[in-house]
């Protein structure tokens, strides 16, 4: 099982659209009624904000949502408290709120998060600048995050 950021799957949708790319979106449909991709319901508001068409298609497909529990708050805590976020004051360059529970959402799943954020090949020094890749590879974090191009790889299948 894997789960979705927003950024992810509507990257998908705006770079591999359904039109051009059936069997990719036939493969991604099955992936979902099989339960093997999911997506948080952080993640799955903020689809539907930035891609309402996308968010229907999710939606149409049964995509299993993933609630905010007690344990995945109390994650986020931990994480934001990794970054050194105090009183949430987030960095604008580095992760905001909903992006430490779509982290703290796949650690507490124990699985991977698809992420289109940039990765960062200098971490900054400022852990409150860090994106979703650099705080999943976070020690304190280890959150395996993978990118829609590599979800589309690691499938090892020619569409």
Not at 23 to 27: A, D, Y
Not at 46 to 51: A, D, K, P, R
């Given at each position: 099982?894997?789960?979705f950021d927003a950024s992810a799957i509507v990257y998908g949708w705006d770079n591999y659209p359904i039109g051009t790319f059936p069997?990719?979106?036939?493969?991604l449909a099955a992936e979902i009624a099989a339960g093997d991709l999911?997506?948080?319901?952080t993640a799955l508001a903020?689809?539907?904000?930035?891609?309402p068409d996308c968010h229907a298609w999710l939606v149409n497909e049964g995509i299993t949502v993933l609630a905010v529990t007690q344990a995945i708050a109390q994650e986020a805590l931990r994480i934001k408290t990794v970054l050194g976020v105090?009183?949430?004051?987030?960095?604008?360059k580095g992760v905001d709120e909903n992006d430490i529970i779509i982290v703290a959402t796949s650690k507490e799943h124990s699985v991977?998060?698809?992420?289109?954020e940039g990765r960062q090949q200098q971490?900054?020094?400022d852990k409150r600048r860090y994106k979703i890749p650099a705080v999943c590879s976070d020690p304190a974090v280890n959150v395996t995050c993978v990118d829609f191009l590599d979800l589309i790889l690691e499938a090892n299948r020619a569409f």
């Open positions: 099982m894997k789960t069997k990719v979106w036939g493969w999911t997506i948080p319901e903020e689809v539907e904000h930035n891609s105090v009183n949430d004051r987030y960095h604008p991977p998060l698809i992420s289109e971490r900054p020094v």
